[in-house]
Each structure stands twice: as C-alpha cells, then as structure tokens.
C-alpha cells in the first residue's frame, strides 16, 4: 500500500497538469525546456525517490504522461490542427509528437484524428435518428 502523497507531490502534479492545460500561446516556453524546467524545479535525487515511492514513477514520466495524454485528448476532442497541438504540448516538431505517440501507444495521429472522425459520424447518426423519431 503507497505512503500517503506529501503536499509537494500533489503540488507538483499540479503544476504539470498546469503546463499542459493551457492553451495555445499562453505558454511562451520554448519546446524542449519544458522538460528541463519540470526537472530544474521539481527533481533532485530525494524528493524523485519519495515521488517514485509514492507514484510508482519519475517526476519525469509523470509528466510525459501528463503531455500524453494530453495530445490523446486535443486530437480526439478538439479542431485543433496538429501544428496547433505540437506547439501546445511543447514538442519540437510534428514528427517528433507523432514518434512520442507512436512510441507510447502504438497508434498514430492518423488513428486518433480517425476517432474523431467516427465520433462525429456517430453523433451526425444519432441526431438523424433523433430527428425522425419524432
């Protein structure tokens, strides 16, 4: 059974949720520091061992699927264009977010831009069915 989180833990995870919560330019970091500023601020040996302990993971991974999940969920539930969401998430590069993705889940941004487009089907297909219901 895990240790109850300190406070820090909780703040911590807060604060990267905070990062990949916000929208498109309200976030001026460059790409590849926001990485390196969740390490600069929020890992050093101690305090990563007691997150792991308690999480079952790296500050760091945390993150990662923080920024993960993330993409999952602008690429399925918003018309955000991919560029949009790469700049969002901090990534360098389309490519790059579509090799973390793939790397991650084994799917690509094809597949889940496809879901949105199933899922708009599908609501398309129960309002029509709706509509003659009536």
Not at 50 to 78: D, G, P, W
Not at 109 to 120: H, T, V
Request: proline share 2%; glycine share 2%.
């Amino acid at each position: 059974m895990r240790a109850k989180s300190p406070d820090w833990i909780r703040i911590v995870k807060l604060r990267i949720q905070e990062i990949y919560s916000s929208h498109p330019g309200v976030d001026s970091r460059a790409p590849g520091k926001v990485m390196d500023i969740i390490s600069d601020l929020f890992v050093n040996d101690d305090w990563n061992d007691i997150f792991i302990c308690n999480e079952e993971r790296s500050v760091l991974q945390y993150a990662r699927e923080v920024r993960l999940n993330k993409l999952k969920e602008l690429l399925v539930y918003t018309d955000f264009s991919t560029a949009e969401i790469c700049r969002q998430l901090h990534y360098f590069s389309i490519e790059e977010m579509e090799a973390d993705l793939l790397d991650q889940t084994g799917l690509n941004l094809s597949f889940y831009r496809n879901l949105k487009k199933q899922k708009a089907s599908l609501m398309r297909k129960a309002t029509f069915n709706k509509i003659n219901l009536n």
